[in-house]
């Protein structure tokens, strides 16, 4: 049985769920489940608070869990990446009052609320930077406010919360997250079970990213529209009855197709149709 660990709360949980689901797993009925079976697949799944998962999957007793990268390098466990999910993105970043400062050379002699104190106590030793570190569980954009702190570093996503907080952001990012498949450093990789599991997770990506297109075109124009349309091997040409022409199927990234539709049509492709991708492997 694969152990894995999903998020209970927070930001990651409904999506990580919603993706086990479209990659064919049970997921729990309600929020209060703490763990269950899917015996068809076998696989188990522990519902954990986000911030705990690369603790307990770097202890051997998971086999492999979904957190944010942003969690992972900050929790310091002995876990890596094994592959991005695509939701969640986010960036980390330094936030004060205007004027407070503008670059992590300022920082000197500050304090910094977050949450994520992993994170910045490194990059504020890696800037050799002298600044004080003070650890809040959540909501640290008040903390400039209430005077526990001149400057924040903080999750932010569309900004509106530091906008409602009146701060700005300032340097460079710290860095940059996004939803994350985990496991132990170093486990075997090409362990049965998580191969399949993996395998799944990457056909829900390429089934969300790509749609399947097909069209018609002339002989004569098929290099320049197998161009356009390369596919991710390369497109299945097949000949139509009508003498001169043949029938194009590729797989296209989704946000390109209907652009790639226009430029077929331009060089004479006819009965451009894109269909969703319902699941994948590839
Ligand atoms: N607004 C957001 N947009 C995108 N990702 C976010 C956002 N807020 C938090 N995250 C990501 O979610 C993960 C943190 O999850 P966690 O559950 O600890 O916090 P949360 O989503 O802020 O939930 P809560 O504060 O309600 O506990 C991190 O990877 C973080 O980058
Ligand atoms: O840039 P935005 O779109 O505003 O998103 C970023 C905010 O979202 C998260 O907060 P959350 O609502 O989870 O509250 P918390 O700070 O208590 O964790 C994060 O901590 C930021 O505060
Ligand atoms: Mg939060």
């Given amino acids: 049985m694969l152990r894995i660990a999903v998020p209970n709360k927070g930001s990651l949980s409904g999506p990580a769920s919603a993706m086990l689901h479209e990659a064919g797993y049970q997921q729990r009925r309600e929020s209060k489940e703490l763990v269950i079976v899917d015996p068809d697949n076998e696989v188990e799944f522990f519902y954990l608070r986000p911030r705990d998962i690369a603790i307990y999957v770097s202890s051997g007793r998971l086999d492999i869990g979904i957190t944010g990268r942003d969690l992972l390098i900050d929790s310091g466990a002995d876990a890596e990446e094994i592959l991005p999910l695509g939701f969640a993105r986010s960036t ?3 936030a004060g009052k205007p004027g407070t400062a503008s670059a992590i050379e300022d920082l000197s002699g500050l304090t910094v609320a977050t949450s994520y104190e992993g994170i910045v106590a490194k990059h504020l030793a890696d800037h050799g930077v002298d600044a004080s570190v003070v650890h809040l569980d959540g909501a640290v954009e008040t903390a400039i406010e209430l005077g526990v702190a001149q400057v924040i570093a903080d999750v932010v996503e569309t900004g509106t919360s530091l906008r409602n907080a009146g701060l700005e952001v300032f340097g460079e990012p710290i860095m940059t997250s996004e939803a994350i498949v985990i496991r132990r450093t170093g486990a075997a990789a090409d362990e049965a079970k998580a191969g399949q599991f993996l395998r799944r997770l990457q056909g829900v990506l390429v089934a969300r990213t790509y749609v399947m ?12 529209a197998v161009a356009l349309t390369p596919g991710l091997e390369s497109p299945t ?13 590729a797989m296209v990234p989704a946000k390109e197709a209907q ?12 009965a451009i149709l894109t269909t969703a991708i319902h699941a994948c492997r590839l």
């Fill in 259 to 270: 652009r790639i539709m226009d430029d077929l049509y331009d060089i004479g492709a006819r």
């Fill in 213 to 224: 297109m097909d069209y018609d075109c002339r002989a004569e124009h098929l290099e320049q």
């Fill in 237 to 249: 040409v097949s000949p139509l009855h009508n003498e001169g022409w043949v029938a194009v199927r």
């Fill in 92 to 94: 980390f970043r330094f």
